[in-house]
């Protein structure tokens, strides 16, 4: 047993921070983040809060309609990079209404430290989110959001070769994993092996996505026993709630080893309810919670040595 004044060293938990996605809308919350410079904003102010991987998405600046093209990730990448040295993490999911060559093109170019990568087709609904508003301030947001009842998120097996291929292999990225239920974790453990992904493999768990599995505490456990069993010491994993159980499905991943990711692009909101006002706010609660268990949240080196990544020289933005 550990005596007191006896010391420890603190395990070190990777808090990613997703600053805006493509599943929230500009008339959820004022605080998503939409222009270029709302976006860069974001990610720097959740990096000094304690964030070591920032996960990005673009959105139209004009219209906040989730965008993939080139030029709107061209227009916060390097001012992000220029302002702080949190990894910097392309969504290679974009939203599930896009196409994968257009899901792609901005990590082609970028060639990133990081990509995500999702583990499987699926249901992705958002529907129910649009009973919850009225007063639209654009048209394309409930239509976007109706749109899912009919939308499959594309991840075929071929997809997915061609993003370790492309991405991994050809553009040096290592990747977010995002695993939304059982299946995901037999088809990450095929690649593995078979040798198309070497480790450290960086797990996601995605819950709480309708489509998914659900965001509870068992889930987590049933799911992380299976990844346990398939993948042995090869991986790490990160734990995301979607929605209002965000924090305290990110703390039970803490508590059983894992890191962390949270975000607006995730939840909208703070437990004790109302809108968080930034991401930083959600990255700040996040890291109090470690360090009240006795953790410590990583650095952005301490995250690139715990992931093998290639270093922020080797990125093309
Ligand atoms: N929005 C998350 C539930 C991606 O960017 O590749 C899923 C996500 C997908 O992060
Ligand atoms: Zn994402």
Same mark, same amino acid.
């Given at each position: 047993m550990q005596s007191a004044g006896e010391s420890r060293t603190a395990r070190k938990v990777i808090i990613t921070c997703a600053v805006t996605g493509s599943i929230h809308t500009p008339t959820m919350s004022p605080h998503l983040p939409i222009t270029p410079e709302e976006i860069a904003d974001a990610a720097v102010g959740a990096a000094e809060?304690?964030?070591?991987?920032?996960?990005?998405?673009?959105?139209?600046?004009?219209?906040?309609?989730?965008?993939?093209?080139?030029?709107?990730? +061209?227009?916060? =990448?390097? !001012?992000?990079? &220029?302002?702080?040295?949190?990894?910097?993490?392309?969504?290679? #999911?974009?939203?599930?209404?896009?196409?994968? +060559?257009?899901? =792609?093109? !901005?990590?082609? &170019?970028?060639?990133?430290?990081?990509c995500s990568l999702n583990m #499987?087709?699926?249901?992705?609904?958002t529907f129910p989110l649009a009973e919850k508003y009225s007063d639209w301030k654009h048209n394309w947001e409930p239509e976007l959001l109706h749109a899912t009842r009919d939308v499959i998120f594309k991840n075929s097996f071929a997809d997915i070769e061609r993003i370790l291929d492309e991405i991994g292999e050809a553009g040096g990225a290592r990747f977010e994993f995002e695993c939304y239920d059982i299946g995901h974790l037999e088809t990450l453990a095929f690649y593995h092996r078979r040798g198309r992904i070497a480790g450290p493999i960086f797990l996601q768990f995605v819950l709480g996505v309708l489509g998914g599995a659900g965001a509870t505490v068992e889930n987590l456990v049933h799911l992380k026993g299976c990844a346990d069993r398939l993948l042995g010491d090869a991986y790490s994993f990160s734990v995301l709630g979607a929605g209002a159980r965000q924090l305290p499905i990110a703390t039970a991943g803490a508590i059983l080893g894992g890191h962390v990711r949270v975000g607006l692009e995730d939840s909208l909101v703070m437990p004790a309810g109302g809108l968080a006002r930034s991401n930083a706010e959600q990255v700040t609660a996040i890291r109090g919670i470690i360090e009240a268990l006795g953790m410590e949240a990583a650095t952005p080196a301490e995250a690139r040595d715990m992931l093998a990544l290639k270093g922020v020289g080797e990125v093309a933005f």
């Open positions: 809060a304690g964030a070591a991987i920032i996960h990005l998405h673009a959105r139209d600046p004009d219209s906040g309609y989730p965008s993939a093209a080139p030029e709107h990730f +061209d227009a916060f =990448l390097k !001012p992000i990079k &220029a302002r702080c040295d949190a990894v910097l993490n392309i969504s290679t #999911g974009g939203s599930s209404a896009m196409p994968l +060559d257009v899901r =792609l093109a !901005p990590a082609i &170019a970028a060639r990133p430290e990081m #499987g087709s699926m249901n992705f609904g």
